[in-house]
């Protein structure tokens, strides 16, 4: 069985983030959605709260899980027995990241491959880091997160 591991913060989860996740669904056997365990004081989201609101999110996909990993990636992959880790680029800018990370990922654990999915024309300027910008200042983003992540983030920056 291939599994593959798609890491990240999801802080929020994006529809960018969504259609990785389908995407990778449709070419591997058994895709985990790994969500970063940040501390509480550097991300807008609980590590529960974004696992959740991705596991909402993909809940109609059979082949795809969400769980939390603190630690290594690579370390989480083992433990899943995934072979694959899964990313999606956006821009020129995030190869840079991912390159290094993924030499990084390579030395550590050579059995694993990082496999890239670039970002779909609706969603290349999307990122978790903008959604938390705009939508803090009042922007809607109904467009580019699903409905019950928007709920999340209004009743976030309404507590603000």
Do not use: C, W
């Amino acid at each position: 069985m291939q599994i593959a591991v798609y890491p990240g913060r999801f802080d929020p989860v994006t529809s960018g983030h969504v259609d990785i996740a389908q995407r990778a669904a449709s070419l591997f056997e058994r895709v985990v959605v790994a969500v970063y365990d940040l501390d509480a004081s550097k991300s807008l989201f609980s590590t529960d709260e974004r696992a959740s609101m991705f596991r909402e999110a993909v809940g109609h996909l059979k082949n795809v899980e969400v769980k939390s990993f603190v630690g290594l990636v690579v370390d989480f992959a083992r433990s899943e027995q995934a072979r694959v880790l899964v990313r999606g680029i956006r821009a020129v800018t995030d190869f840079e990241a991912e390159l290094d990370m993924a030499l990084m990922n390579k030395k550590m654990a050579p059995e694993i491959e990082s496999v890239y999915l670039m970002a779909s024309l609706e969603h290349l300027y999307v990122s978790g880091h903008r959604i938390r910008e705009v939508s803090g200042l009042g922007y809607d983003v109904g467009e580019l997160v699903p409905s019950h992540v928007l709920s999340a983030l209004v009743d976030k920056n309404r507590k603000k």
